[in-house]
């Protein structure tokens, strides 16, 4: 009886699938005046509800045999009440899926076979970051937007210092820094060039670190049929992480020529808004909120420094999906409208009130005219992610890492070693 209950689930399943990549190569259309059955489907998130509440209304008025109701979560308890809702059998039948929280879903998500929805597809429709959601078992969540980081600078202090143009390989910014810090005749630092070095007051500290890091080629977490650990212990002698962790270091380190951080300053995002700082590393969803806070700063966005002469471009960046639970009684629906939701309309819409970035290629490729978006698109399309197993836990990972060098506790080579080390345990649990 159990077989044959799998067997059907199977057939619907591959039914769905094959109908979700007909309607997003578009020989389906969905909606039209004929209104034959309406079925209702949760969609939870974190996001406000006032957010999304309009697109989410003409989204159900264009699919008029299916409603999506969406219902808004608190970010601190996200997690703790979609954990209990789905050991308790009622859970959404849909949830927005970061991808620091796809690991810790991944059993409880219908993973889509690519028998039923093709790896070229999926590549071919959506940006790299969004193949985060990949596993050697299926697909974790349609990927619906990208927020990728980037680099804040300060115009004015570029200006009047003759420096045309922001630096866009590390050697480049390297030189900056004795020529913007400043200090005064005690040598405490009075303007910074960047905030790095530290953890405890750089925002952002493990994302940079994880550019850095991917940077050289390096994925932190690998898979291999099925199994996931970490990739922290793959230095070479042309890759070496204990080198980069040092490069990181140095830039809180008195004695080197990058000084121009310490942990007595204010936190990063701060001390940019005050113009004591010149480079901010952030996200693009934080555009609105660094306008807000200092109106009358004089700053741009450019991409993440990267390394000379390499091959390509990197950078970290956050990824949302939209994703099927296991446990829906509307699969079918489900994953109908998950197809539909991360298609070119409504990603379009939640990437722009949302103050993220679509992760479709086909809307990659609208060329963007404002001052902010044609560098955060670009970034969003080299950006790169990672399945972290557990925000917090990776925290006190690259926490430790950074701190453990600082302290002189751990070489870098070591404090490498040991962050492989507690990340494994972390991905074994």
Avoid: C
Avoid at 1 to 27: R, T
Avoid at 183 to 193: A, E, G
Avoid at 244 to 265: A, E, I, M
């Amino acid at each position: 009886m159990k077989g044959n209950f799998q067997i059907v689930m199977v057939v619907v399943f591959m039914a769905a699938a094959v109908f979700g990549i007909m309607v997003f190569s578009g020989m389906i259309k969905i909606g039209n005046d004929k209104k034959t059955s309406n079925v209702t489907v949760t969609l939870w998130g974190t996001e406000k509800s006032q957010t999304i509440s309009k697109d989410l209304n003409n989204f159900n008025k264009t699919n008029p045999n299916f409603t999506v109701v969406y219902v808004q979560k608190f970010q601190d308890t996200f997690d703790q009440d979609l954990l209990e809702a789905l050991a308790a059998g009622k859970g959404p039948d849909m949830f927005f899926l970061s991808n620091d929280l796809a690991y810790k879903y991944s059993n409880k998500i219908y993973k889509i076979p690519y028998a039923s929805y093709p790896l070229a597809t999926f590549k071919n429709t959506f940006a790299r970051a969004g193949e985060v959601f990949l596993t050697g078992n299926g697909i974790l969540s349609f990927p619906i937007a990208i927020d990728p980081l980037v680099m804040y600078y300060n115009r004015s202090i570029l200006d009047a210092n003759n420096i045309v143009y922001p630096p866009t390989t590390w050697d480049e910014f390297e030189s900056l820094v004795p020529v913007l810090t400043k200090k005064d005749d005690s040598s405490k630092i009075t303007k910074s060039t960047v905030a790095m070095g530290q953890f405890s007051n750089v925002l952002h500290a493990k994302d940079i670190m994880s550019t850095l890091f991917m940077q050289l080629g390096n994925p932190i977490v690998s898979e291999k049929q099925g199994r996931f650990s970490s990739a922290l212990n793959q230095s070479t002698r042309e890759k070496n992480l204990g080198d980069t962790l040092k490069f990181y270091t140095d830039f809180t380190n008195p004695l080197s020529s990058v000084y121009s951080w310490n942990k007595s300053l204010p936190n990063s995002r701060d001390a940019f808004s005050s113009e004591d700082l010149e480079f901010y590393f952030g996200f693009a969803s934080e555009l609105a909120s660094l306008v807000s806070k200092n109106p009358n700063q004089n700053f741009l966005a450019a991409p993440m420094p990267q390394i000379k002469n390499s091959n390509g471009k990197s950078t970290y960046a956050k990824v949302t999906g939209i994703a099927i639970s296991s446990f829906s009684k509307n699969f079918s629906t489900a994953f109908t409208a998950a197809s539909l939701l991360t298609s070119s309309d409504f990603a379009s819409k939640y990437a722009k009130d949302t103050g993220k970035i679509p992760a479709r290629r086909d809307l990659l490729a609208i060329k963007q005219t404002d001052a902010y978006l044609p560098i955060f698109y670009a970034s969003a399309l080299f950006g790169s992610s990672w399945l972290d197993p557990s925000a917090v836990d990776t925290d006190n990972i690259f926490r430790n890492m950074i701190d453990g060098v600082l302290s002189n506790n751990m070489t870098t080579d070591e404090a490498i070693k040991d962050s492989d080390n507690k990340l494994n345990l972390l991905l074994n649990k």
